[in-house]
């Protein structure tokens, strides 16, 4: 894995010195999360959607007038949650792990309003704790966490004005979050560029 966080800093110093960064964004929003488990959960055990907090600091680099690349550095939040009713007993277990993620992404410009975006986005696990609610009073989610995850996106983003960029994503993951685990997540972010 360590090969892999240095073939993409690597890839981003490159880039970075090959062409010049038409603009650097700081931004905040929301993900939109929710866990698909290979397995049968059973009866009254469901996935739920959680709602978390991001923040993030996006460089566009051009290629040409149509395509870019991007990357950055994002600090954000996602949750495995569980919604349970067995036999009487009601409540909820969350999973939530904090990330520092790197997207190394290719972005296209359908028009001066739109640009579409897709690629790779490295989630590196810096802490990761559980929930529990109702009528369960512990969990041991988070023990199994683990420290790097794998996730395709996608996404469109809004050229709102000259400053702000408004962007909606979605993060597939590719690997397990937890044993047996993925995340998947909506994303919701306001940027504004310097």
């Not at 929003?29 to 290979?38: A, E, H």
Request: aromatic share 10%.
């Amino acid at each position: 894995m360590r090969i892999v966080v240095l073939a993409a800093l690597m890839l981003i110093t490159m880039t970075a010195h090959s062409a010049p960064v038409t603009n650097l964004s700081f931004g905040g929003g929301f993900n939109l999360s929710k866990p698909t488990v290979d397995d049968d959960l059973g009866e009254g055990v469901d996935e739920a959607y959680n709602l978390d907090l991001g923040v993030g600091l996006k460089a566009n680099t051009a290629i040409n007038e149509t395509v870019g690349f991007r990357s950055g550095l994002y600090l954000h939040q996602k949750t495995a949650g569980f919604d349970i009713d067995i036999d009487g007993d009601k409540g909820d277990i969350n999973g939530k792990v904090i990330y520092l993620s790197v997207p190394l992404t290719v972005q296209l410009e359908a028009n001066e309003n739109f640009a579409f975006y897709g690629g790779y986005i490295l989630d590196y696990a810096i802490n990761s704790y559980c929930n529990a609610g109702g009528d369960f009073e512990s969990c041991t989610l988070n023990e199994d966490a683990k420290q790097i995850t794998h996730v395709a996106t996608v996404g469109t983003v809004l050229h709102a004005s000259e400053k702000w960029d408004l962007e909606l994503g979605y993060q597939h993951g590719l690997s397990e979050v937890f044993d047996d685990l993925k995340i998947h997540a909506f994303q919701l972010m306001a940027y504004y560029k310097f």
